[in-house]
């Protein structure tokens, strides 16, 4: 829920969709309704605002994730994944590995980094 400013506006409100590859794409800046601008999530701002936990993620499917920061994002798109897997419905093992391997390298990056 936004954050309504004793001033009468709404503070400004971040959100970003997560790719299935676990990549964040452009962090949305709103008041409101209105979207402000776009931050590039690889600029110093972007990565600072994922660390924060200040974004509002949307996973790959359109699940809300929540205000979570990236590292929890990926564990939890892992698991998910990891979850699909284990499943004997399982319908492509080749592609959901494939993916896992993305997240996963996208997650020791960032711990690298």
Do not use: Y
Not at 2 to 21: C, W
Not at 82 to 93: F, M, P, T, V
């Amino acid at each position: 829920m936004r954050d309504f400013l004793s001033s009468g506006g709404f503070a400004p409100a971040f959100r970003a969709t997560v790719s299935g590859d676990g990549s964040p794409g452009p962090i949305e800046e709103r008041i409101g309704r209105r979207l402000v601008r776009l931050v590039d999530p690889g600029s110093e701002e972007g990565e600072r605002l994922l660390s924060s936990g200040l974004v509002e993620l949307v996973g790959p499917g359109g699940e809300k994730l929540g205000r979570i920061r990236m590292e929890e994002a990926w564990r939890r798109l892992i698991r998910r994944l990891e979850e699909q897997l284990e499943s004997r419905d399982a319908l492509d093992e080749e592609l959901l590995r494939e993916g896992l391997d993305r997240l996963r390298s996208h997650a020791a990056s960032a711990e690298r980094n």
